[in-house]
T-cell receptor
Framework: AQSVAQPEDQVNVAEGNPLTVKCTYS??????LFWYVQYPNRGLQFLLK??????LVKGSYGFEAEFNKSQTSFHLKKPSALVSDSALYFC?????????????FGGGTRLMVKP | NAGVTQTPKFRVLKTGQSMTLLCAQD?????MYWYRQDPGMGLRLIHY???????AKGEVPDGYNVSRLKKQNFLLGLESAAPSQTSVYFC???????????FGAGSRLTVL
């Protein structure tokens, strides 16, 4: 079985400050990890993924995420938040051995960046 | 190039009515999924397909059926709608492998 947890329903940061959105996962094998962003009344958009290799993954819009196997975490980070980053963020996981390539999503974290 | 197109975008049903959501993709993706999104619960997989003529159950399949007669289309049917099926439904496609998902714009369904 595979699962993912996003412990924070909402994260508030001031514009220009660094932001972190937390994600922890559970899989029986090796994980494929993803971050997606959702703007109002839209489908989700891909931000970044970890498959293998360097634990620090860089993605779209200046976001990055660090894979930590010992802590089973994949936190999303950005050095300097923008008001336009305000959105709903989803972490997702897939077990490498998952035959249907099915992703399991976390409950989402709403990021609010204030001017 | 339209990507993933869902119809209808909005629908209101009465309890017990039936309906079909249509998903069409023009990217030649093998994998197609139907997810539902509910507040605080993230996205939950209803059914999926790994290729034309194949379907499989996801996490929450009860009350839904699907068909994939053509590679580009994935239909989600509600046989007898219930208020618990009020949700936003997303059709999602993927090439496969270490997949990046492509989402449709969503279909908002309300069951009274």
């Amino acid at each position: 079985a595979q699962s993912v947890a996003q412990p924070e329903d909402q994260v508030n940061v001031a514009e220009g400050n660094p932001l972190t959105v937390k994600c922890t996962y559970s899989v029986s094998g090796n994980p494929y990890l993803f971050w997606y962003v959702q703007y109002p009344n839209r489908g989700l958009q891909f931000l970044l993924k970890y498959i293998t290799g360097d634990n620090l993954v860089k993605g779209s819009y200046g976001f990055e995420a660090e894979f930590n196997k010992s802590q089973t975490s994949f936190h999303l980070k950005k050095p300097s938040a923008l008001v336009s980053d305000s959105a709903l963020y989803f972490c997702a996981v897939r077990d490498y051995n998952n035959a249907g390539n099915m992703l399991t999503f976390g409950g989402g974290t709403r990021l609010m960046v204030k001017p | 190039n339209a990507g993933v197109t869902q119809t209808p975008k909005f629908r209101v049903l009465k309890t017990g009515q039936s309906m079909t959501l249509l998903c069409a993709q023009d990217m030649n993706h093998e994998y197609m999924y139907w997810y539902r999104q509910d507040p605080g619960m993230g996205l939950r997989l209803i059914h999926y397909s790994v290729g034309e003529g194949t379907t499989a159950k996801g996490e929450v399949p009860d009350g839904y059926n699907v068909s994939r007669l053509k590679k580009q289309n994935f239909l989600l049917g509600l046989e007898s709608a219930a208020p618990s099926q009020t949700s936003v439904y997303f059709c999602v496609t993927a090439v496969g492998g270490a997949n990046v998902l492509t989402f449709g714009a969503g279909s908002r369904l309300t069951v009274l």
